[in-house]
C-alpha cells in the first residue's frame, strides 16, 4: 500500500498546492477529503498559473484519477465554472470521480452564510463567504441533499419539501429572500447534467484502488490549526483538514493513510480572525507580504504575517502524527536581516507546554522568541541543499530540531523545479 497524506501544519496557505502537484504527478489517485471551494491552491502548470479551489491537484495529468471524497462540500455551480474554465485551458483529458455522499452547497448556505457575519459584526469568524460552514451545519442537523440524491428525482422532490420550508423561515428571520422548490430543483437538474456523469461511490472505488496497491495522494486543504476540534475555535473551519480525519472522510480504514507530509512555510501567516501569537507589528510583515504574494487565492485578503511558531508545529505533530515536513517559501526570508523563531509560549507569566484550549487563554499567550541571522543571497535558483547559504541551512537545521522531524523537501520559488528534494518519500 503506497498512499501518502498531504497536511498544513499551519492556519492554511502554506504551499500545499505546489506540493500537492509535485507529488500527483507519481500519484494514480489523488483525493480531496474535505472542505468546498472555500480552500485555495495555486499551481503553475507549464508556466501558466492556475487557482484550483475544490478541484484536485491530479487534474492536470490524464492518466491520475482525481476524487472528491465523502466529506466534501460541493457547491454546483461553483464546481462547473471551475471545471469548465480549466477545460477552456486545454485541460479537457482528465478522470474524475465525485462522491456520491457529498454534500451539496445550496444558494442559501452562501446567502446565510453572508447574514451570520454581518450579525456577529465585529466577533465575526471571518469566514470566506462561500457557504461552507452553514452546510456542514446543515449536515449534522440532517437537513442536507447529498450529491446522490440528484440522481434521484422524485426522492430530491421529496427531500426539498422536507427541508425547504424550515430553510425558508431561517432566511426569512434574517429579512432574506426565500426560495421555491421549483427553482431549486431546476436549478439542481441543471447542474446535474455536467455532474451526474461522475457520481460514484468514490468509497468503493478508493478500497479497491489501495487493495490493488495504487499510489494514492490524499490532498490536504486549509491547515490544521483551523480544525474545528482541535484549531483557535471558534475561527476555525468547518471540518478536520487533519489527515487523521482522512479515513472517516474516504471510508477507507485507518491504516490506509501510510505517511504524512506536513507543509509549512518559513515564516507563519494567518487570514481573517483569531489569535496569532508570533504576529509580526512592523512594516516588516508588509516586505514580506508582499514578497511572499501573501494574499488570499480565493479571497484576495491580504494574510497576516508572523514569524514560525515551533510551539505550534509541535503541537500540530502531536495530534495529527506528521512524519516528515516539507518547508516553503524559505526565499522569502532572503529580504530579512535577522529571523526570529517562537520557541515556546508564556501564559500569565509561566511557560506551559501545551496548546491552551479556550480562545480567552490562547489571546494572553506571549510568544517566546529566538534569533537567527538571515541571509542575503537569492536561492531562487538553488537546486541542492549542500549550496544554500550556510545561515539557511543552520535555519532548517532549527526547525528539525525544534519539531523533531526531517525536512524532506524545499521551496525556494512557485515553479515545480524551484524544488530542493532531500529525501524521496512517494
Not at 482541535?230 to 483538514?241: A, E, I, L, R, W
Amino acid at each position: 500500500m503506497a498512499s501518502l497524506a498531504i497536511q498544513g501544519m499551519q492556519w492554511g496557505d502554506e504551499g500545499k498546492g505546489k506540493v500537492t502537484d509535485f507529488y500527483a504527478s507519481k500519484a494514480q489517485v489523488v483525493v480531496r477529503s474535505q472542505g468546498g471551494n472555500n480552500a485555495g491552491h495555486t499551481i503553475v502548470h507549464h508556466g501558466k498559473k492556475f487557482a484550483l479551489r475544490l478541484i484536485p491537484s491530479g487534474i492536470f495529468s490524464p492518466e491520475v484519477v482525481n476524487i472528491l471524497a465523502d466529506g466534501t462540500v460541493i457547491n454546483p455551480s461553483a464546481f462547473i465554472e471551475e471545471l469548465e474554465g480549466l477545460e477552456k485551458e486545454g485541460i479537457a483529458s482528465y478522470h474524475l470521480l465525485v462522491s456520491s455522499r457529498a454534500q451539496v452547497l445550496m444558494p442559501y448556505h452562501i446567502d446565510l452564510d453572508h447574514a451570520s457575519e454581518l450579525v456577529l459584526a465585529k466577533s465575526k469568524i471571518g469566514t470566506t463567504g462561500r457557504g461552507i460552514g452553514p452546510c456542514y451545519a446543515d449536515k449534522a442537523a440532517r437537513l442536507n441533499i447529498r450529491m446522490g440524491d440528484l440522481l434521484e428525482k422524485e426522492y430530491l422532490k421529496e427531500r426539498l419539501d422536507e427541508i425547504l420550508p424550515l430553510k425558508n423561515k431561517e432566511l426569512a428571520s434574517y429579512g432574506l429572500k426565500t426560495y421555491t422548490k421549483e427553482e431549486l430543483l431546476d436549478y439542481l437538474m441543471k447542474a446535474s447534467e455536467k455532474i451526474a456523469p461522475l457520481i460514484t461511490d468514490t468509497s468503493s472505488y478508493l478500497n479497491k484502488a489501495l487493495a490493488e496497491g495504487k499510489k494514492v495522494l490524499f490532498e490536504g486543504a486549509q491547515g490544521a490549526m483551523l480544525c474545528l476540534d482541535h484549531g483557535t475555535y471558534p475561527y476555525v473551519t468547518s471540518s478536520s483538514p487533519l489527515a487523521s480525519g482522512i479515513p472517516l472522510e474516504c471510508g477507507i480504514p485507518n491504516e490506509a493513510v501510510k505517511d504524512v507530509l506536513g507543509i509549512m512555510k518559513a515564516y507563519t501567516t494567518r487570514v481573517g480572525e483569531g489569535p496569532f501569537p508570533s504576529e509580526i507589528q512592523s512594516d516588516l510583515a508588509q516586505l514580506i507580504r508582499d514578497r511572499g504574494h501573501e494574499y488570499g487565492t480565493v479571497t484576495k485578503r491580504p494574510r497576516r504575517i508572523g514569524w514560525l511558531d515551533a510551539a505550534q508545529l509541535k503541537y500540530v505533530k502531536m495530534i495529527s502524527g506528521v512524519k516528515y515536513i516539507a518547508l516553503m517559501l524559505l526565499d522569502v526570508l532572503s529580504c530579512t536581516d535577522e529571523i526570529k523563531i517562537c520557541t515556546g509560549y508564556l501564559l500569565d507569566g509561566k511557560k506551559i507546554d501545551y496548546m491552551p484550549s479556550s480562545l480567552a487563554a490562547y489571546l494572553r499567550v506571549k510568544p517566546v522568541f529566538e534569533t537567527m541571522p538571515s541571509w542575503k543571497e537569492d536561492i531562487s535558483n538553488i537546486k541542492n541543499y549542500a549550496d544554500l547559504p550556510l545561515n539557511a541551512r543552520n535555519y532548517i537545521s532549527r526547525v528539525e530540531e525544534l519539531t523533531n522531524t526531517q525536512v524532506v523537501l524545499i521551496s525556494v520559488g512557485p515553479d515545480k523545479d524551484q524544488t530542493i528534494i532531500r529525501k524521496d518519500i512517494f
